[in-house]
Each structure stands twice: as structure tokens, then as C-alpha cells.
T-cell receptor, first 117, second 114 residues
Framework: NAGVTQTPKFQVLKTGQSMTLQCAQD?????MSWYRQDPGMGLRLIHY???????DQGEVPNGYNVSRSTTEDFPLRLLSAAPSQTSVYFC????????????????FGEGSRLTVL | AQSVTQLGSHVSVSEGALVLLRCNYS??????LFWYVQYPNQGLQLLLK??????LVKGINGFEAEFKKSETSFHLTKPSAHMSDAAEYFC????????????FGGGTRVLVKP
């Protein structure tokens, strides 16, 4: 069981370039989300999705785009990379807590380390 | 709105000593609370969670946390630290008003001294 798979693990970009971070999960989870991790700031939510075709913005959405065409996949697009987007990116998935309508335990990928020069 | 404050970005403990990591939260609705652990170069994994059942929650690797509504706290403890506990620990809060969004604290890095 692969869980949550992120690719690539490492990427170096030049300012202004675009790229897509891939995320796939094989647990049939409804909820998926993207976080970025920066030292001392914990994880901050970029975008999330509660199901195929439904996405919404998190705390730090600017400069990023997402789509959710299937339950399994949730790619994150950087439209025009900036040095401020140098970070470690984590994709996570979860299923709702029964009867609560909120997400339960998050299952994380191993992260994608992005450097923007 | 919801928020999480973890007191102390770094904690150093001796092997065999008590581990205490502090977490205070703010939430306008009954919260769901989580502790996650991150080992070097890995993603986060769940240690334990509080979802409105028992206030004392036991997790993996001997960790436990107590939900105290009056203090808006969810501190993580382990009676006896092991070298393998060296990692970064994150407290997170969620709740119905937040949908499936979790808000994370800034993290506490634990160093275990032999």
C-alpha cells in the first residue's frame, strides 16, 4: 500500500519558471490538501479539496493553483516561481470523521523540497 | 478562526527523563486536536488525536496528551524519553467551522541527551 506519493522529491527552479508538484493517494480518501513547511512556522495550508471537482483556498494560496479531476490525484501548480516559494511542500489526504463532517487523521507524503533561485 | 501556539521551539531532555511539550489552542467551536511527529527528511505521522471522547488520549510510542478545555491546552507527555524520540513535534487543531482544514503550531524540536 503506497499511501500518499509525491513527485518530484527535489526540484530547483529559476525565478519565473512554472512547474507542477504531483500528488497521488491510493486510499480512496475524499479530502486532500497541500501544505508548505518553513522553519519556525509549522505547516501552512495552501489549497485543499473535499472531493473531485471541489477545491478551496487555504491560508497561503497566492502563486499556486490546484485542480482535482479524480479522487486519487491533486497536483499543485506554481505559476511563476519566486524565491519566497522556496520551501518543503507536503501533500496530505484524509477521510471525514464519521458523523462530524470534518477531516480526520492526515496521511502525509514524504515531501517535495523546492528551491527557487 | 483557529490558532495553535506551541511554547518552546526547542526542548532538550535527558534519556529517561519526562518529555513535556506544551500546546495551547484557540477555536470558536469544539476542537479536534492532534499531535504529529516528524522524523528527519520524512513526512508527518500521527501520534494521537482528541475528537471529543476521553480527555486523556494515549498515542503511539508511549506518548499521551490531556485535553483541558478550561486551559485551552493539549500538552503532550511521555514519562521516559528514549533516544528515538528525537524529532520535531507539531500540535494541530481542526473543527467543524474549519471543514477539513487543520491549523498547525510552529513545531517543537526535541533533542534527547544520553
Amino acid at each position: 500500500n503506497a499511501g500518499v506519493t509525491q513527485t518530484p522529491k527535489f526540484q530547483v527552479l529559476k525565478t519565473g519558471q512554472s512547474m507542477t508538484l504531483q500528488c497521488a493517494q491510493d486510499m480512496n480518501h475524499e479530502y486532500m490538501s497541500w501544505y508548505r513547511q518553513d522553519p519556525g512556522m509549522g505547516l501552512r495550508l495552501i489549497h485543499y479539496s473535499v472531493g473531485a471537482g471541489i477545491t478551496d483556498q487555504g491560508e497561503v494560496p497566492n502563486g499556486y493553483n490546484v485542480s482535482r479531476s479524480t479522487t486519487e490525484d491533486f497536483p499543485l501548480r506554481l505559476l511563476s516561481a519566486a524565491p519566497s516559494q522556496t520551501s518543503v511542500y507536503f501533500c496530505a489526504s484524509s477521510r471525514p470523521i464519521a458523523g462530524a463532517g470534518v477531516g480526520g487523521e492526515l496521511f502525509f507524503g514524504e515531501g517535495s523540497r523546492l528551491t527557487v533561485l | 478562526a483557529q490558532s495553535v501556539t506551541q511554547l518552546g521551539s526547542h526542548v532538550s531532555v535527558s534519556e529517561g527523563a519526562l518529555v513535556l511539550l506544551r500546546c495551547n489552542y484557540s477555536s470558536s467551536v469544539p476542537p479536534y486536536l492532534f499531535w504529529y511527529v516528524q522524523y528527519p527528511n520524512q513526512g508527518l505521522q500521527l501520534l494521537l488525536k482528541y475528537t471529543s471522547a476521553a480527555t486523556l488520549v494515549k498515542g503511539i510510542n508511549g506518548f499521551e496528551a490531556e485535553f483541558k478545555k478550561s486551559e485551552t491546552s493539549f500538552h503532550l507527555t511521555k514519562p521516559s524519553a528514549h533516544m528515538s524520540d528525537a524529532a520535531e513535534y507539531f500540535c494541530a487543531v481542526g473543527g467543524k467551522a474549519a471543514g477539513n482544514k487543520l491549523t498547525f503550531g510552529g513545531g517543537t524540536r526535541v533533542l534527547v541527551k544520553p
